[in-house]
C-alpha cells in the first residue's frame, strides 16, 4: 500500500466510488440499502460514511417493538463480522491501509449509520490492516 495521501483531483471521485460500494455492501448484508450515502474526509486520516434509512421491514418492526437494544446488537454483530468487506474498498480506493474501523448507528433515526475509518498516517509507515484482524 502506498503512503502517499488520495491524489487532490480524484477526491471526489473516490468518494463517489466508496459511497457506491457501502450501498452494494448493505445491500448484500442486509438485503436493502441505504436511501442516502455520503463519504467525507474528516482530516487527513480518517473518512466517514453516513448511511441514512438502512433499516430493513423486519429491523423497522423491533423499532415498533422497542427493542432498539437489540437491534443494535444485532447490527454491531454483523457489521464487525464483515470488517474485513468493509475496509476492503476503503484500502483499495485510497490507496492506504485502515487502521481502525469504528461503526455505529441511531435506530431511533430510521437506522442512520456512520462507518468510520481510521487510516495509517499517509507520512509515516503503515502497520497491519485492520481487515487483517478479527471483527471482535
Known amino acids: 500500500m502506498s503512503n502517499a495521501p488520495a491524489p487532490q483531483?480524484?477526491?471526489?471521485?473516490m468518494l463517489t466510488e466508496l459511497s457506491n460500494e457501502m450501498v452494494r455492501l448493505f445491500k448484500d448484508q442486509f438485503g436493502r440499502g441505504p436511501t442516502t450515502v455520503r463519504a467525507s474526509w474528516a482530516g487527513v486520516d480518517v473518512i466517514t460514511v453516513v448511511l441514512e434509512n438502512t433499516?430493513?421491514?423486519?429491523?423497522?418492526?423491533?423499532?415498533?417493538l422497542g427493542e432498539h437494544e437489540r437491534l443494535r446488537e444485532t447490527r454491531m454483530f454483523f457489521?464487525?463480522?464483515?470488517?474485513?468487506?468493509?475496509c476492503e474498498p476503503v484500502e483499495r480506493l485510497t490507496g492506504r491501509r485502515v487502521r481502525a474501523f469504528i461503526s455505529g448507528i441511531d435506530t431511533e433515526i430510521e437506522g442512520l449509520c456512520v462507518e468510520t475509518f481510521v487510516l495509517w498516517p499517509a507520512d509515516e509507515p503503515e502497520g497491519?490492516?485492520?481487515a487483517d484482524r478479527p471483527g471482535f
Open 55 to 64: 433499516l430493513t421491514p423486519a429491523e423497522r418492526n423491533l423499532v415498533k
Open 9 to 13: 483531483g480524484r477526491v471526489p471521485s
Open 128 to 130: 497491519p490492516s485492520r
Open 79 to 86: 457489521q464487525y463480522a464483515s470488517v474485513k468487506e468493509f
